[in-house]
């Protein structure tokens, strides 16, 4: 037996034994909830597995664990601020060429070293860890006055190394929006869909016979599929979409356009492993490259300028280890793109004093460049639940609430660690359904009288996506309920409510104020209200009504949620709505005059060799789930960056 497996079997053998033994010493308490802590002592049996993949793998090793063993002034061609979703893309695209020099700064550490963000089930376990930015937003007035948990990824890959894997990537008249607003034909549906296929390879499975093979991506890092596991529940639920009148969709991500109903294609590959941005840039032979630096636990606290004449330049950036540590410094030769997200780029650039004058004026931020625009314009997608009681034995003992829960989760997490295979591959989020509030076959006229105005993208785009998980949760997944369940989620996909983030202080370690103002405008409630409407529509039809016990009367269940009134169910919506984790919009690439932040190559109005690259720039949000359109964004500017070298 080779040393390499010896050691993982013993550190296995240690672990779940060390695991086991907290078991025994933490038993279930009076509370009907496990913590999600319990379930370590899987994550005991799955390390082994991980452990090898690691050492196989090796990558771990070529990350600079320590910024401060980079050489003093050194500077690079391209220095990058936050190693996420969109960082670790355009950190391997610009680094193919040799001869540009790329440094990555990540505040986290490695993603694809966590197992809970390697196992599909997992990730919400890792909400409350110290990889996780853990925001909670402003007390919201339209949702009964609550602060709202805010969960983001800290770590490389970011938030897509703890999404719910949903590879749905909007409509095709969102990205055509997103020309117009710009003004460059660029980023239309037609052109922008080649860096989403850039970054895709369709991975095939005859199961789904149906996706057209010629629409896919087929050599691209990031490997998408259907191979998540799916309750009963929620293949049924696809039935009954069809039988109340919506389409089913042999693939949402074509330009044949989102509406309809199916199972969600996942970021999970066919190992059954959850797909990140840092798994699928960062390979072995990336990370090998000698003029790609990339440095974790390295928290940027600003962007350094220089002002010559009238033109303001970013010519490098201060980071740091942790609060009272020395900052150090990296200059930049060509651009400094900043890529830390929807909440932490329009606050980098506020302490780097490009924003709002008066705001930055506040906090004793001299102005650098007066952007009214940087923090405005906060979206979110407000979702909320439905509880229905399940016949079915469902996957919930994965937060196990008794010994018989840890039995199964023992058997599934065997399964797993054999096969790849089980309820441990779900990614929560299992069929979807994209539909449109005035779709009269819906919502017919004579129910739903009152006209609500359009705010889809075009004809063809949904506004509101209905979606299952194989049982139901609250407190994004801290508390379970205590019988089986099934829960089918209403999302409002294209929210006139905007908020706005704000700095708190200058200190770049406060947590700015968030406000996405949620359901500000009273027609997002009354959308949400039809959203719940279907749900019951679509509980009480064949096949999925016979999965479901419509005759309990549980207070904490949602089957005679029908007979309550219009005006009673927007109490419902704003005593449930929470965040789908999908922030966008606060450095905007629109017109410096309607207040954008960035123009169509992205660049900071203003700041010469400065750059906005995430979700933050996001013209409007999309009528779909983030993750993919910020992928696209990052190859579609790695492709202008390489244009703009060659010229
Ligand atoms: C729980 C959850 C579930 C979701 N589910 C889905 C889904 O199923 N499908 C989907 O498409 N989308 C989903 N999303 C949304 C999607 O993942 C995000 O919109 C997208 O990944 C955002 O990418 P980004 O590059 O803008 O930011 P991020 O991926 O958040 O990257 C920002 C990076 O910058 C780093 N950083 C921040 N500040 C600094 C600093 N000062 N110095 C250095 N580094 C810094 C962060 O640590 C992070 O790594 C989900 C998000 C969450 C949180």
């Known amino acids: 037996m080779p040393f390499k497996s010896i050691s993982t079997s013993l550190l296995l053998g240690a672990a779940a034994l060390a695991a086991f033994r907290r078991a025994r010493l933490d038993p279930p308490s009076g509370s009907p909830f496990f913590p999600p802590s319990q379930l370590s002592w899987i994550a005991a049996l799955a390390m082994g597995f991980f452990l090898k993949r690691l050492i196989a793998s090796g990558s771990r090793g070529r990350l600079i664990q320590d910024g401060s063993k980079l050489p003093k002034d050194d500077e690079y061609d391209f220095v990058i601020v936050g190693g996420g979703t969109a960082g670790c893309v355009l950190a391997a695209r610009l680094s193919e060429d040799p001869n540009v020099s790329v440094l990555l700064l990540e505040a986290g550490g490695s993603g694809k070293a966590l197992m809970f963000s390697r196992i599909p089930v997992a990730f919400s376990l890792l909400f409350h860890s110290k990889h996780v930015w853990r925001f909670y937003t402003e007390p919201q007035a339209g949702a009964g006055g609550k602060k709202k948990f805010w969960p983001r990824g800290k770590m490389l890959g970011g ?130 490259r000698s003029n790609l630096k990339v440095v974790i636990n390295a928290t940027v606290t600003q962007i350094i300028t220089e002002r010559v004449g009238d033109e303001v330049k970013a010519i490098g950036v201060e980071f740091t280890r942790n609060a009272t540590g020395f900052r150090y410094r990296v200059k930049s030769k060509r651009d400094i793109v900043v890529s830390s997200g929807a909440v932490h780029s329009p606050q980098i650039l506020m302490l780097s004093g490009i924003g709002p004058a008066e705001e930055l004026k506040r906090h004793d931020i001299p102005v650098v460049q007066d952007l009214p625009g940087v923090g405005d314009h906060l979206v979110d997608h407000p979702v909320v639940d439905a509880y229905f009681h399940n016949r079915n034995t469902t996957a919930k003992y994965v937060k196990p609430q008794g010994v018989l829960d840890l039995v199964k989760l023992g058997s599934s997490a ?74 089918i989620h209403a999302c409002l996909l294209r929210p006139k409510s905007k908020g706005s983030l704000k700095l708190k202080s200058n200190d770049p370690w406060d947590a700015p104020n968030i406000n996405p103002n949620y359901l500000s405008a009273p027609e997002d409630v009354k959308k949400l209200v039809r959203g719940l409407r279907l749900i019951f529509k679509i509980s009480q039809t064949e096949p999925l009504s016979a999965q479901l016990v419509h005759a309990g009367k549980s207070d904490q269940l949602d089957h005679e949620m029908h007979l309550k009134s219009d005006e009673e169910l927007e109490e419902v919506v704003r005593d449930r709505v929470e965040t789908l984790y999908h922030p966008t919009s606060t450095c905007r690439m629109a017109p410096k005059e309607q207040g954008g932040v960035v123009d169509s190559h992205l660049r900071v109005y203003g700041v010469k060799g400065l750059r906005v690259c995430d979700a933050s720039i996001f013209p409007e949000i999309v009528s779909g789930h983030t993750a993919g359109a910020t992928l696209a964004t990052a190859e579609h500017l790695a492709d202008i960056i390489k244009g703009e070298m060659k010229a």
Not at 432 to 446: H, I
């Open 414 to 487: 065997a399964r797993y660690l054999a096969t790849g295979k089980g309820v441990l591959t779900t990614n929560f989020g299992e069929s979807a359904a994209f539909v449109r509030s005035d779709n009269p076959n819906l919502f017919s006229k004579s129910e739903f009288a009152e006209g609500l105005a359009d705010s889809t993208s075009g004809a063809g785009s949904p506004d509101l996506e209905i979606f299952t998980t194989p049982f139901a949760y609250k407190e994004h997944g801290d508390v379970m309920f205590p019988m089986e369940t099934f829960a």
């Open 159 to 288: 938030c897509s190394s703890i999404n719910a894997q949903m590879a749905q990537y909007g409509a095709p008249a969102d990205f055509d929006r997103w020309a117009e607003i710009i003004g460059d034909d660029a980023w239309k549906w037609d052109n922008f869909q080649n860096s989403f296929r850039k970054f895709e390879t369709y991975v095939p499975n005859p199961d789904f016979p149906d996706v057209d093979l010629s629409l896919k991506g087929k050599e691209g890092p990031v490997r998408v599929g259907y191979f998540s596991d799916v309750s009963k529940a929620s293949k049924d639920f696809i039935q009954a979409c069809q039988e109340v009148g919506i389409d089913y969709s042999p693939d949402f991500n074509t330009s044949k356009g989102t509406l309809g109903v199916n199972k969600i294609m996942t970021y999970i590959d066919e190992t059954r492993t959850r797909v990140s941005s840092e798994s699928a840039y960062f390979t072995k032979d990336v990370l090998a």
